[in-house]
C-alpha cells in the first residue's frame, strides 16, 4: 500500500485557509469563506513569489472596486454588464502586469454583483476579507524548510557522476575498457537541472550569500558538463595504444581523486604542463595514424586543462 505524501505547502494552505475564514466570522464580515479561498490562491513555493502574488492580488482587488463601481453602479446589475467589465478590466490588468490577481478579484466582484450594490460599507468588508486572506497566507509562506539537505544530496551525486566518468576515461585510455557511454553525462544534466530548480527557490526564500554560494557551485558544473561532453567527442574515436594515453589516463585517474570544489587545481594544472613538454620532446610519430592519435591527445590536454581553469575561477567564488 502506498503511503500517502502530505508535502509542505499542502500543509500550509489546510492551514491558512481555515485561519482565514475562522478571523473573517469572528470580525463577522459579509462572505467570511472567501477569505479562504483567497488564502488558498496566495500560498506559493517560495517566498519572494508569495510577497510578489500579494501584491499582484491586493492591486488588482482594489482596481477591480473601482470597475465594479463604475460599471455596476452607472450600466446596471446584469449578466452582460460582467461580461462588459472583464472585457475592459483584464487588459488593464494586463497592461499594470497584475494579472495574476485577477482570480482574486472576481471573487470581489461577484460579491458586488450578488449584492447588488457598492456600497462603503461593502467595499470595506470586501477590502478586509482581501487582506485577511492574503495575510493568513504570507504568515504561513514565512516559514520555509531548509533545502540545504537536498542540495547536498544532489551535489554528492554529481561529484559522485564525476569520479566514475573520471575513472572511465582512465580506463579507457589504458585499454581496459572497450567503450564510453553518455549514460553519465546525462544522468548528471539531470541532476543539475534538478539542482537549479532547488538553487533557484533557496534564493527566493532565503536570500542568503549561502544560497547564491550554491548557485555559482552548480552553475560551475554546469560549465565543466560541456567540457567533459568535448573530452569523450575526442577520446572516442582514439586508438589507445599509444605510450602518451597512458601517461593522460594516470592523470585521470589523479582528478577522479581530487574532484572535490575545495581541492587546489595548481598541482594539476603544473602536471599537465609537464605532460604537454614531454609530448612536444617527444620523438616525431612514425605513422599517420600515430600523428592524429597525438594530435587528439594533445587536445585533450588542452580540454583537461580548460576543465581546471574553470573550477580555478570558481574557487575565489566560492569562499
Not at 126 to 152: F, H, Q, R, T, W
Not at 293 to 302: D, G, H, I, T, Y
Request: with cysteine; net charge neutral.
Amino acid at each position: 500500500m502506498k503511503v500517502l505524501k502530505i508535502g509542505y505547502r499542502t500543509l500550509k494552505t489546510a492551514i491558512a485557509a481555515p485561519m482565514a475564514v475562522l478571523i473573517a466570522e469572528w470580525l463577522q464580515l459579509d462572505h467570511y469563506g472567501s477569505a479562504g479561498i483567497i488564502a488558498v490562491l496566495c500560498i506559493q513555493p517560495t517566498r519572494k513569489q508569495s510577497f510578489l502574488t500579494a501584491w499582484h492580488r491586493i492591486a488588482a482587488g482594489l482596481l477591480s472596486i473601482v470597475f465594479a463601481y463604475l460599471i455596476f453602479e452607472f450600466i446596471g446589475y446584469h449578466p452582460i454588464t460582467i461580461g462588459l467589465l472583464l472585457l475592459l478590466f483584464i487588459p488593464v490588468t494586463n497592461a499594470l502586469h497584475i494579472a495574476p490577481g485577477i482570480v482574486t478579484s472576481l471573487v470581489i466582484l461577484f460579491h458586488f454583483y450578488g449584492d447588488r450594490a457598492v456600497t462603503w460599507p461593502l467595499i470595506i468588508n470586501e477590502v478586509a476579507i482581501m487582506l485577511i486572506g492574503i495575510g493568513s497566507a504570507l504568515i504561513l509562506n514565512l516559514y520555509m524548510p531548509s533545502l540545504d539537505v537536498k542540495l547536498m544530496k544532489v551535489k554528492r551525486e554529481v561529484e559522485a557522476n564525476y569520479q566514475l566518468l573520471f575513472r572511465d576515461i582512465s580506463a579507457y585510455l589504458k585499454g581496459e575498457k572497450q567503450a564510453l557511454t553518455d549514460d553519465l553525462i546525462a544522468n548528471t544534466k539531470k541532476h543539475l537541472i534538478a539542482a537549479n530548480e532547488l538553487v533557484q527557490r533557496d534564493i527566493e526564500n532565503t536570500f542568503s550569500q549561502n544560497a547564491y554560494r550554491q548557485q555559482r557551485y552548480f552553475s560551475m558544473r554546469e560549465v565543466q558538463l560541456d567540457s567533459l561532453e568535448r573530452m569523450l567527442s575526442i577520446i572516442k574515436p582514439l586508438d589507445v595504444t599509444v605510450e602518451q594515453s597512458h601517461k593522460i589516463a594516470d592523470l585521470f585517474e589523479d582528478l577522479a581523486d581530487a574532484i572535490y570544489p575545495d581541492n587546489a587545481v595548481n598541482y594539476h594544472l603544473q602536471q599537465i604542463k609537464k605532460m604537454r613538454n614531454y609530448f612536444e620532446q617527444d620523438q616525431l610519430p612514425q605513422t599517420r595514424k600515430e600523428f592524429e592519435v597525438r594530435a587528439n591527445l594533445f587536445q585533450l590536454l588542452f580540454e583537461v586543462e580548460h576543465y581546471l581553469l574553470i573550477k580555478n575561477r570558481a574557487l575565489t567564488d566560492l569562499k
